[in-house]
Structure formats: C-alpha cells, structure tokens
C-alpha cells in the first residue's frame, strides 16, 4: 500500500522549529535540581509542554498526523508527584489540548526501563512507566494502544526464556491503564529479541509487538521481513504503529555503526498490503518525512 498523509510521523525533535528554540526537552543536572528544586523542574516543564503543543499544531499543519512525544518532559519527574508542581493548572491545561487534538501521540521511554529486572531495577522502571501513562491521562486519551508506550525487553539476564517470563509476571504490577497502553519492540542485536521471541509475551500478556524493520534487518532470526511483518501485525487490537528507518552505513557512512539509523530515508516502506502507521527514525526528523512524502508524490504522478 501506499502510505497516506494521515499515518506517517517522526520522534520527539522538530528542527524546523527547533531554531526558534522550540523544543521539549529542556532539562537540568541533579546538582541544578538539588539546588532550584521542584519550582524549576515546573518551570521548564510548562515550557516543555506549551511547546509541545506547538509541535503538534505544526505536525497537523503539514499533515503530520502521527508524532511520538519526548519522554523528557517533566525533568527528574522520577522525584515528585506531577499534581504537586506549582504550575500544574497551566501543565494539565496545556496537556489537555494537546489531547485534544486529531493526531495520534505515542512514546518511546529509555532504555534504562527493564520491566524484567530486580529490585530497584524494576522499581525504578514501574515508576518512568507509570509517569509516562499518567500524561496520557491528563491528556484525557482513553488508554489504549492507540497512544502507545513502547519498551524493549531489555537484557536476556543469561536466560532469555526465564527473562521473558518474569517480563510477563512484571506486567501486573503495572496500572491498568499502563497495561493497555503498553507495546515491545524487536532488537537490533541478535543476542536479544527477534519477532517471534516477543510472541511468548504477545501471548501472555496481550502485549502488542511493534515491528521495527530495521531491526529485523539486523536481527531477523528464522523470519523472512514479510513473515516478521504480519507475526506482529496480527498482535494488534487497532491499526498497528511500526518504525522504520534505513542504515547510516549502508547510504550514508560505510564507518558507521551497524546500529545507526541514517539521516534521511532511502528506502520504500513495505506494509504487504496492511493500513500500519508509521514512525520515521531518521536523525533529520520532519525534514526526512517531508522529502519522502514529496518523492513519493512524484513518483505517483509520474506513474
């Protein structure tokens, strides 16, 4: 199929407004936050939030109507109740119209979240998980897999099969709104996660899978791209989000790591005739999307 204006997107940075110093991002080291506190930390959450708003508005504007948020919106939100900062009727406000809005919001949270670990591992993962849906809530977006937040597994811990299953055993510790929101990604390195790896987890859980191509390319396991494809696709209980990107080393930079994902996109996007939205994870952002689309439109009018 032909991808439509209405389901491609990108991740967290607009660098055409980035220059006006619009960004989501804005954060401070622990030593700033021991010293300035929660009123900063709300400070530059308010900030972050209003212009996220304005990404938004621009993404629709240019018929963008998928976007994965930051997931650095509240600094050091891991040490406070949102509900508590001193600007939080001007936060939800803004969230609130952020939800709002015609355009599907999904996030991405770092790496250091391993719903399979121990301890203070998986305290500490419970905790950025549960911060993340809770934005979704004050954006008023009923929890679904709409609104996504995506983890990979994370480590294998020397078994991967026993890493799996405490994964899926960890899952209930979770809200009920961050159980319907949340989604798993294949791995790029083969000592992790394929496809039909994260099936188990589909299975137990009703997690769906986000296929990443890339990814697959890197780390196919027995499965051809189409086979992964519809594997994941059939996990979903609404129209899937994918990611998609192509290498730095392969059309960019032949000393670039395997792993890194190119500037611009080269490549067409295969969805083997399925409506799947889209995640661009191109490092040029809205201006990758954007010349994709146009070529793409050109290459349709020449045909």
């Not at 809530?137 to 709409?146: E, R």
């Not at 609404?238 to 080393?249: I, N």
């Not at 040029?284 to 999307?289: H, Q, T």
Request: charged share 25%; glycine share 6%.
């Amino acid at each position: 199929m032909n991808l439509t204006l209405g389901n491609v997107g990108y991740a967290c940075i607009n660098l055409s407004l980035q220059v006006d110093k619009i960004t989501t991002n804005r954060g401070m080291i622990r030593k700033t936050f021991t010293e300035r506190g929660i009123a900063y930390a709300s400070e530059l959450a308010l900030k972050n939030v209003q212009d996220l708003l304005k990404i938004v508005d621009w993404n629709l504007k240019n018929g963008l109507h998928l976007f994965r948020i930051s997931s650095d919106l509240f600094p050091w939100a891991s040490e406070y109740r949102i509900a508590d900062l001193p600007d939080f009727p001007d936060i939800r406000a803004t969230l609130e119209e952020i939800g709002s809005r015609p355009i599907r919001l999904t996030t991405h949270p770092g790496p250091f979240n391993h719903l399979a670990g121990q301890g203070k591992v998986l305290d500490n993962t419970i905790v950025d998980l549960e911060y993340q849906s809770e934005l979704f809530d004050l954006m008023g977006l009923t929890p679904s897999h709409w609104n996504k937040i995506n983890i990979h597994v994370g480590g294998t811990y020397g078994d991967k099969a026993a890493t799996l299953a405490r994964f899926t055993q960890n899952f209930s510790l979770l809200s009920e709104n961050l159980r319907a929101r949340l989604t798993v990604e294949n791995d790029d390195r083969q000592s992790l996660y394929t496809v039909v790896d994260l099936v188990s987890v589909y299975e137990r859980t009703g997690i769906p899978i986000v296929f990443d191509y890339f990814h697959h390319a890197l780390n196919p396991g027995e499965q051809t791209e189409q086979e992964a494809f519809l594997t994941a696709y059939n996990t979903w209980d609404v129209r899937p989000v994918f990611h998609f990107s192509d290498s730095r080393r392969d059309h960019e930079d032949p000393k670039a790591r395997r792993e890194a994902h190119a500037d611009w996109l080269y490549s067409p996007v295969n969805t083997y005739g399925k409506e799947v939205d889209i995640v661009f994870e191109c490092k040029m952002k809205e201006l990758a999307v954007l010349k994709h689309r146009a070529a793409n439109k050109e290459l349709s009018t020449l045909g």
